[in-house]
């Protein structure tokens, strides 16, 4: 889960826990408020009906009074509502309610209150609610009062949620920044650094040392790349002087030679081009990684490279007994590329392919308009390349452990990661597939010019 889903969620949980408190608490509340609302209102009736007939007694006239009662009766959550002098007889009319000495039957919340008549005896008035009827009253009251509530809180919610989703953005994109800074610097750009974002205090303190980081992990990297430009460069000069003596020696410059001076010097010399080309692919990696080919970039006929390159290797495939073909278009546009270093691209791919393909196996190189791009492929019928390795074949010095022993000859492993870093420098990708069939198929593409 995202640092930010887990902020917005926290946020939410937080808000309705307070929502839950604060909603009960008005709850029990409103409650209250309405019980006594109720209750006033029940006794304010019984007062005034106390009062009217008090007065009924004053002047005898009870109309007013019995009036009064049948408008208290119409109102539905009254069951009774009677006068009765001090004698039990009843004062405001027909159908009464129980006898002034009985109990409140069951179901009825009864008030009463007692009032002087003319004549010095007390009356009484006896006002009898049904407690269901006043009890759904209260219900729907308070009812209406948590649908009032849950709207408000609803919209609380909404708006909580927005501005938790606006706070957690806000908090998140240094971290994310700076995620996607380490990823470049993973990727090998050092000289990437987190531009000044005006962050929390404790994000500039991280921002700052991950720039400082990265300053000095360039500043190594740079200090390694001349010394190992420097050192092999140096060892080129001599190398190239022993090879030279070498191959005289093996030509007879020096005087005869026997079989075993000849498989000797053959074998010093194959060690000695070993070597020379391991001094070549590092210098090239170091030169590509900081720059240093000059390229020339221009429209060409890919098909043209990779026919030199093809035919460069097919007296070397003849003596593997491997079939090494191509499988052009006849219409195909011409790509960008620096020519040089697109045939070191198809040199390092058809080297390999030789490299692992056994006797009697086959190397196609093909190529295919892909939209704007043109699509280069090495297909061969090696031992393959396994899947967790097809990425990572692309790193330097990685190798498969399983194909080492298929090798004709031991590699550095840093020919794949030269044709990846020109590929990219070219505005173009590259991949390797493992057929189910079997074999590698090894994709590249250009810029279509
Ligand atoms: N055509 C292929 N068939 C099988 N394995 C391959 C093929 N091309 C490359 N590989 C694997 O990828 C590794 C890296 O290739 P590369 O970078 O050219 O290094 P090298 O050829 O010097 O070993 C090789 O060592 C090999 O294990
Ligand atoms: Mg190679």
């Not at 200090?223 to 080129?236: E, G, P």
Request: a neutral charge.
């Amino acid at each position: 889960m995202t640092l930010r889903t887990r902020f917005v969620l926290v946020i939410l949980g937080l808000m309705l826990l307070a929502q839950a408190m604060f909603g009960s608490a008005y709850y029990f509340l409103q409650k209250k408020a309405e019980l006594a609302e109720n209750y006033n209102r029940s006794m304010r009736s019984l007062r005034f009906a106390a009062a009217v007939c008090h007065e009924a007694s004053l002047t005898g006239d009870w109309n007013p009074a019995k009036s009064h009662a049948s408008l208290l009766r119409e109102d539905l959550r009254i069951r009774y509502a009677d006068c009765f002098d001090g004698n039990g007889a009843p004062l405001t009319g027909e159908a009464p309610g129980p006898a002034p000495d009985a109990p409140a039957p069951a179901g009825v919340w009864e008030i009463s209150r007692s009032f002087g008549l003319n004549g010095g005896e007390a009356g009484r008035v006896r006002i009898g609610f049904d407690a269901a009827a006043v009890d759904a009253e209260i219900d729907a009251n308070l009812a209406r009062a948590v649908w009032d509530m849950a709207r408000v809180a609803s919209f609380t919610l909404l708006f909580g949620f927005l501005a938790a989703v606006m706070v957690a953005r806000t908090l998140t994109r240094p971290i994310e920044a700076i995620a996607a800074a380490a990823k470049k610097v993973e990727e090998g750009d050092l000289g990437h650094r987190i531009p000044d974002g005006g962050g929390a205090e404790e994000v500039e303190a991280l921002r700052r040392r991950f720039n400082a980081m990265t300053e000095r992990l360039a500043e190594t990297d740079r200090m390694k790349q001349s010394f190992v430009q420097s050192f092999t460069h140096d060892l080129k000069n001599p190398l190239s002087g022993i090879k030279a003596c070498i191959a005289s020696m093996h030509a007879g410059s020096f005087g005869e030679i026997n079989d075993k001076q000849r498989r000797y010097l053959e074998s010093s010399l194959e060690a000695a081009e070993r070597l020379w080309d391991y001094i070549d692919d590092i210098l090239s990696v170091m030169k590509l990684q900081t720059g240093g080919f000059p390229t020339r970039v221009e429209a060409l006929d890919g098909r043209e490279i990779a026919r030199e390159s093809a035919e460069s290797f097919a007296l070397k495939a003849k003596q593997c007994l491997v079939d090494l073909t191509r499988d052009m278009p006849d219409e195909l546009p011409q790509v960008r590329a620096d020519a040089q270093l697109l045939r070191r691209v198809f040199d390092n791919l058809i080297s390999n392919a030789l490299n692992f393909t056994p006797r009697g196996g086959k190397i196609v190189v093909r190529a295919e308009r892909e939209r704007e791009f043109v699509r280069f492929e090495i297909r061969d019928t090696g031992p393959g390349i396994p899947a967790k390795d097809l990425e990572r074949v692309f790193e330097s010095f990685h190798q498969v452990e399983k194909n080492k022993s298929k090798a004709r000859r031991s590699g550095t492993g840093l020919g794949l990661a030269i044709c990846r870093s020109i590929v990219r420098e070219l505005g173009g990708r590259i991949w390797a597939q493992a057929p189910r069939a079997g074999g590698t198929r090894l994709f590249f593409t250009l810029p279509a010019a």
